[in-house]
Structures are given as structure tokens and as C-alpha cells.
């Protein structure tokens, strides 16, 4: 609104690019709004040049259950910026328990045995290997940090602070440009017990509400505040908590992670690309083969891998599904067992794979350009 010279401009508008971020990274996760909402404003925080300087882009803790999205939202960030999952530097903390295991990260110093064998995995062209001419932009997740050692705990606060490494050579990395992300699902037993409801044999079922997620909320920040340290915790910029995912939550991913099977057979250049689809049926016995609320998604992967996956491997395998089949997978009640009929054949040249972007944004890289997917919705609808 004008009056005079002067304009109410308005904070809430979003840029073009962003817009599209975000349209893409709600299409790869369900829920979790909060941490949709965080990456997207702070890419835009990016955009704009407004990140702080002599700092990274941003350092985020993400907590919550175990299989809820935490590793997911940083992968959907670089498969929907760069085109590929692998844009993102993982660091297993796990991996790195005992301190002499660092230099695995850094490399060693020179005299040091290994000096010239080790590759550090945190180098400046590590870092630096997915940008792209319009984004100059790096992911680095720490996964589980509950778990790092004393070592790499003081080079984890290091760069959270100065944005800085010394590697073992002397070489300088600057993590400037990076989003720094940290996960961890320390507080996962209290959890248990609230979205369990007990710690009995058959605990009373709870409802999975927003009472759950504020008590989700305040466990998961108790325990970080608990574990970590002050000078830790003062150097985090958000803190998400991520929620225990909902039935109708578990149904969408259900269809994403579908979708993502129909591109593994597409995709796999010795197969024999057919199409496949679920009835509803069998979706409604996935889902309560898959719903566990104390693995979240991660139970539904396994239900699909082992009913829909390995059957179709199966059928391929033997020549029983062939190029150009529509297979539709149904379950019957019955027998209790899922069933695999061909529907239609010869409908090859029709589905011939359409190579299309999938990053919403930037334009890729070499590598990424060489690892493109699949990306278009089941082409056949379940009778
Ligand atoms: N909110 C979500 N949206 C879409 N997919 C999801 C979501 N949550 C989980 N998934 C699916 O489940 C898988 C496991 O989730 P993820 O690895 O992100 O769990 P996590 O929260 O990091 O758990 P953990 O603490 O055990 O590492 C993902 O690879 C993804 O396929
Ligand atoms: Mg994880």
C-alpha cells in the first residue's frame, strides 16, 4: 500500500526461486513442516546474501525419533538443489569414535604413517565439487553427533564458530558457504514410552497429536540440553524437532517410496522396464505391515522391500514379467498373500523413460548432470 513516498512492503513474499525450492521439497517429505519451513527461509536468507559472515550459512540441529525425516530433509535439500542425493558431505559420527579416526576427516600431518594414503574427506573441493555457477552452495551433515568422540567434537565446534579447518597439510577449509546439519535422536527411549504409551508388554495406543508432538518437543530439547554442552548448544541457530509421523503421513510416504521402486526398475539398464500398480488393497496392507510408530518410515521400507521388491526381483528374474507388462499387485484377504497379474503387454514404446530434471533450481553440475532420474507419476491408476 502507498501513502505518499512511502510503501508497507511485505516480508512474507517469497522469490521465484524459492517458491520452486519449496514446491519440490514438499513433493520428497511429508510433514515436518517445521523443518521444511527452516531450510526454505534460510535459503532465501541465502539467496539474499544475508548469512552471517565468517560463519556457515547456518548450523541446525535436527532431533526426534528414529526413521521420522531427519537424514531425509537434508537428501530431498540436495537432490532438490543439485540433482542428487549425494550433493550433501556425510559424516557417519558413528564411524568416528575413537580419536585417531579423525584423520579419516582431515587427513594426517605429513611424517605421520598414512600422511600421503589418506584422502580427507573435508577438503575445500569436497566441499565445493556440487556448486554450480548461480549457486555457490555446500550441505555437510553430522549424523547421530551423539556419538563423536571427544576429537571430533573440538573440530565440530571449531567450524560451527569460525567456519574454519586446518587440515592435517595446513591446508585451510573455509565452510563459509556451507549449511552445517546435525542429527540426533538422543531422548529415543522417553520417546518410545510416550508414543508407545508404556513400557508394558501391549501398551494402551496413543494418539498422535500435537499434545504428543509438544511433549516429543520438550523431551528431545531436554536431552540435547542434558548431553551437550553450553558452548555447544550456543552455537546452534535452529534447533527442529521432528514429529512422530501420523498414519496418514505413513499412506504418503508410502506412495512416494511406490514411485521411487517404479524408477529403480525404470532406471535399471539390465531390466526389463514395466510398470507396476499397487490397488488399494495392497497399499492398506503395506501400510499396516510398515506402521510401526517407534521406526517410523523406516518399518514401511522394509514392509515394501520385502512384499513388493524382492517379488518383483523375482518375476524378473524368471522371465515372468517382461518389457512393456503392467503388473498390478493386489492383496487378498483370503490367502492373506499379495498377488502379481499382468494386466497388459507390449506397452513399451509408450513408457519410453522421459529423462527429466529433477533439481527444481539450480542448474547441475558434471556429476549430477550423470546421475539424473526418473521423475513422473505411475502412469497407470489402480482399478
Ligand atoms: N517425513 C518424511 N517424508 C518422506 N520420507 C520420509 C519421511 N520420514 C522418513 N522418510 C523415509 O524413511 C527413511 C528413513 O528416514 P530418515 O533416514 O530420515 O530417518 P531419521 O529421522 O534420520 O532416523 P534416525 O534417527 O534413525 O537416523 C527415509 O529414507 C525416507 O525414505
Ligand atoms: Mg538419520
Redesign the pocket.
Known sequence: MRTGCQEVLDPSLRCDDVCQFEAALRR?????QA?VTCVVDLYQTFLAGLHPPGRPVANLL?L?????????????VAETLFGDARAVIKVDCAEFQHSHEIAKLIGSPPGYLGHRETHPLLTQEALSQWHTDRLRLSLLLF??IEKASDALWQLLLGILDKATLTLGDNRRVDFSQTVIFM???LG?AEMDTLTLGGTGFTPPPVRIDERLDAQVDRVAVAAARHKFSPEFMNRIDRTVV?HT?RPE?LS??LD??LG?VQQRILASSGGHPFLFNCTRAAKGWLLEEGYNPRY???H??RAIERHVVIPLAKLIATGQVRLGDIIRIDYTAEQGTMTFTREAEGLAPMYRPNLTANSAVAPRSGAARAARRYDFPLAVEPK
Open positions: 520428497k517429505m511429508v510433514g515436518q523443518a535436527l526426534g525419533p528414529t526413521g521420522s525425516g531427519k537424514t531425509r530433509v537434508v537428501e530431498a549424523d547421530e542429527t540426533s535422536n529415543a521432528f509421523l503421513e504418503a510416504i512416494i517410496e521411487l517410523g518410515a523406516r514401511l521400507k
